[in-house]
């Protein structure tokens, strides 16, 4: 189980303040959604949880699975199970996709006290769940992100998603820049990642996604608070209202 | 006006220890003249210092406190095997070996292909050949010419196409710190092409050298070479390296300079394209930390239209680490539709470390393309959260992230064998950090 505590962040650099006291839990075994206008801290709640050092949170706590992970480094949290699809997931020149997939996948196996993957044990795995993905087999031997269209970095995050076996996902806004046929595809992807001991954080702009993966619950984020909790229905209806209800001044 | 200015101990130290030794170098009486000559020119004109504008960065009248004897010929023991040991990941590359120790040619470590015209500057000077003067005004090339005691000289025939690179390979291996002089020469006929990899390494155990060497390459029309230059001499050593280059019409030469942590190292390479639609190819890595010093200074002569040129270095400094990228592009009145590019990035790894950089465009042709930049940064935050995210813990992360920086550069050896084992030597490096 998630539980986000009356959290709240600040930009650490000047101080700003974008949560302001957040509270949320998604039991495992739920999907949860996240909507809301642009700006409205949705990105920095998911970065916070993943631990992005440029954020510093000043109260409240994040717990998962009972244990806070607020003073956890990002790769321990990921040992932990947490994984964040990121909004600009980040071109690394240089490395090589499968490079980077089999450090990382080995990296937090180690982290979990798994085995590790021989180098021809991985390549095997990785080219079979990314085949799933339509990843084509030439995007894994170029440098990561480079050169990758907005569809192709989202594909790699659900690919990384899934081989590194997140029991936490958050997904942030990966149907933006997606078509609606691999929207398909990676929701399918995040769809397999559900179970009755993982919990996710959907994040999106538009109530599109929501058709594919379904969710539990739907929160409205706006001015760094949740406004509004309801069920899967409150994302059909701000798709007609849209956000005007909470752009408003913040109270 | 020239100022009288006083001989330090190293330059002081040099011309007493010449005097004392010079009969011991190998060459007969005219070679022995032109040996006299040379160090008479550079007593005169000293080691280079911040007041002469190509060592602004670079000086030796402060850095090189004293000379180490110069090398003259001893016979250190070494092995095949003490070869492959100071050559590390080096050893791995399939070449025939050309194997230098304190300066002198050892045949029993070598392995010269008999049909390639190879031999060495020892041989020629002791069968009575002169030692060629070199005109310069470079005073550490004088001193080369003073002191040279041997070195490559490989000459590919006209057509010869050489399957196999030759690996020349300059080794340290005496118990106290020698001065090593060697000077090489490599000629390509019209449509010869070759692979020329020189590696100046330190035996384990032994002391680290002062090394001074020259290399002149001459290539006529249409030919090809890739040469590539990596010092791997230690923390305690000078590396003093001057290439000068003249490249014929359609020629390529593609240079790649590695230097991984010697304490100072000077590589001055000088470019003169004499013919048409050539192409020179030049890029490195300068890998810095504690106090090592590596100046890379290039100098470029478009002496003639049509001829491309491509720099691209990069530094990577830890500590109080110093890299020095000199960039000189000339473009003479007549060489129009000239396209130079030059880059000089550098990634910094801590607070006390420094990177100089300095571009210099002379160009007096109308019709040219020529670019230059230098960039200066930090491992990037962004990059290192998105790769921590993903569980890889943070100094794997950064390793991760200074081979991504390098990997643009080393991506320039078009050779795969040969970019494995000098990704191998960067990794080893970036992976000997922790203290
Ligand atoms: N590192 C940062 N530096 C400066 N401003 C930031 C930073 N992170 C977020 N912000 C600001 O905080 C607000 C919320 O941003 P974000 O969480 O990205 O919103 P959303 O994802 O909901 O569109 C925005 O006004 C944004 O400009
Ligand atoms: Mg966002």
């Known amino acids: 189980m998630l539980e986000i505590k009356d959290l709240h962040a600040k930009i650490a650099e000047d101080g700003t303040e974008i949560l302001k006291g957040i509270t949320l839990t998604v039991p495992k075994g739920e999907v949860h959604a996240i909507m809301g206008p642009n700006g409205s801290g949705k990105s920095t709640l998911a970065y916070v949880l993943a631990g992005r050092s440029d954020y510093e949170v000043t109260s409240g706590d994040i717990l998962w699975n009972g244990e806070s992970i607020l003073e956890m480094s990002p790769d321990e949290r990921a040992g932990k199970g947490v994984f964040l699809a990121f909004q600009y997931p980040m071109e690394i020149p240089g490395v090589s996709t499968m490079t980077f997939l089999r450090t990382s996948v080995n990296a937090t196996r180690k982290k979990r006290g798994q085995k590790e993957y021989s180098t021809p044990e991985f390549m095997k795995v990785a080219r079979a769940a990314a085949l799933h993905l339509g990843v084509k087999d030439d995007m894994l031997k170029r440098a990561l992100n480079v050169g990758f269209s907005g569809g192709e970095k989202k594909r790699m995050e659900v690919l990384q998603m899934a081989l590194l076996e997140p029991t936490l996902c958050v997904l942030d806004e990966t149907d933006s820049g997606l078509d609606i046929d691999a929207i398909r595809i990676v929701s399918e992807g995040a769809n397999k990642l559900r179970g009755p001991d993982k919990a996710m954080l959907v994040i999106t702009h538009y109530q599109r996604l929501l058709n594919y993966i379904t969710p539990d619950k739907v929160h409205v984020l706006a001015h760094g608070r949740i406004q509004k909790t309801g069920g899967k229905e409150l994302a059909l209806e701000l798709e007609k209202t849209g956000y005007a209800e909470f752009t408003g001044k913040a109270a | ?435």
């Open chain 2, 1 to 435: 006006m020239t100022v009288a200015i006083i001989k330090t101990k190293a330059e002081q130290g040099i011309v007493a220890d010449f005097a004392a030794h010079a009969q011991r170098l190998p060459g007969d009486a005219a070679t022995g003249k032109t040996r006299t000559e040379a160090m008479a020119a550079f007593a005169r004109a000293g080691l280079p210092h911040r007041r002469v504008e190509a060592w602004k960065y670079t000086d030796l009248r402060v850095a090189l406190k004293a000379f180490a004897p110069i090398a003259t010929g001893d016979q250190a023991q070494v092995s095949a095997a003490d070869v492959d040991e100071a050559l590390g990941s080096l050893a791995a590359i399939d070449a025939d070996r050309l194997v230098f120790v304190n300066g002198c040619y050892r045949r029993e470590l070598s392995t010269p292909k008999p049909q390639v015209n190879l031999f060495t500057l020892g041989e020629v000077l002791r069968s009575g050949g002169a030692l060629p003067a070199l005109k310069t005004d470079e005073a550490v090339v004088s001193l080369n010419g003073a002191l040279a005691t041997d070195g490559a000289v490989i000459d590919i025939a006209e057509g010869e196409k050489l399957a196999k690179p030759i690996l020349v390979i300059a080794i340290a291996a005496g118990a106290s710190a020698q001065l090593t002089t060697l000077r090489h020469a490599i000629k390509l006929g019209t449509g010869a092409t070759a692979t020329v990899i020189e590696a100046h390494v330190t035996l384990t155990g032994a002391a680290a050298s002062q090394s001074n060497s020259v290399l002149e390459i001459s290539a006529g029309d249409a030919a090809g070479l890739t040469h590539v230059l990596v010092g791997l001499e230690g923390n305690a050593a000078t590396h003093i390296e001057t290439i000068a280059a003249t490249l014929g019409a359609r020629t390529t030469l593609n240079s790649f300079q590695l230097t991984a942590s010697t304490g100072l190292a000077r590589n001055q390479m000088f470019t003169r394209f004499a013919g048409e639609h050539a192409k020179l190819d030049i890029s490195g890595l300068m890998l810095g930390r504690g106090r090592d010093h590596i100046d890379t200074t290039l100098v470029i002569d478009h002496a003639v239209p049509h001829c491309e040129s491509r720099e691209l270095f990069k530094a990577v400094l830890d500590d109080t680490a110093r890299a020095v990228f000199q960039g000189k592009v000339i473009v003479r009145p007549d060489a129009q539709k000239t396209d130079g590019k030059q880059m000089a990035k550098a990634l910094m790894l801590s607070e006390g470390c420094e990177f100089d950089s300095k571009p210099e465009l002379e160009i007096y042709a109308d019709d040219v393309v020529c670019g230059h930049g230098a960039t200066v940064a930090e491992i990037d935050p962004a990059m290192m959260f998105y790769l921590r995210s993903r569980g890889i813990p943070k100094e794997e992360a950064r390793v991760m992230l200074i081979e991504s920086f390098v990997g643009e550069a080393l991506e320039k050896i078009e050779n795969e064998k040969l970019r494995e084992v000098l990704s191998e030597v960067t990794r080893i490096w970036l992976s000997a950090r922790q203290a």
